[in-house]
């Protein structure tokens, strides 16, 4: 039980480190896209940003909700877990118009349709504040 739960609070660390990562790189290709030729590298920063969000939402809900760490009590109670848990709603928020629009766009550039990147810009500024 303490390997898992070691190994649990290492994956959550490391999808944070990826995520921030990506999401920096994602910004960064976001800010200089004056094409969609440009729009590879954010779809690939894209993906690992996704990556990044599913394994550490899951191991944070396998973290607070299973035997693992301290308990939900622990947690629920503490205002520090309230203060992440609103800074990651608010990045969740945050993400829902980049997430739909880079969706659409590689639909878009697979059925070979032009993309307005007009909004590639504040995405980049979006992923910058998250």
Not at 15 to 32: E, K, N, Q, S, T
Not at 64 to 86: H, Q, R, S, V
Not at 89 to 98: R, S
């Amino acid at each position: 039980m303490v390997l898992l739960r070691l190994l649990l609070a290492a994956l959550h660390l490391l999808a944070l480190g990826i995520g921030f990562g990506a999401v920096w790189a994602r910004g960064r290709a976001l800010a200089r896209a004056t094409d969609a030729d440009h729009l590879r590298p954010a779809f690939y920063a894209d993906v690992w940003w996704g990556i990044a969000a599913l394994v550490w939402i899951s191991t944070g809900l396998a973290r607070l909700f299973g035997p693992f760490e301290k308990g939900t009590d622990y947690y629920f109670d503490n205002p520090l877990f309230d203060a992440k848990m609103g800074l990651l709603g608010l990045i969740l928020v945050l993400e829902v118009w980049p997430m739909r629009t880079l969706i659409r766009w590689r639909v878009q550039l697979g059925k070979g349709q032009p993309v307005d990147l007009a909004p590639a810009r504040r995405f980049a500024t979006i992923s910058f504040v998250q």
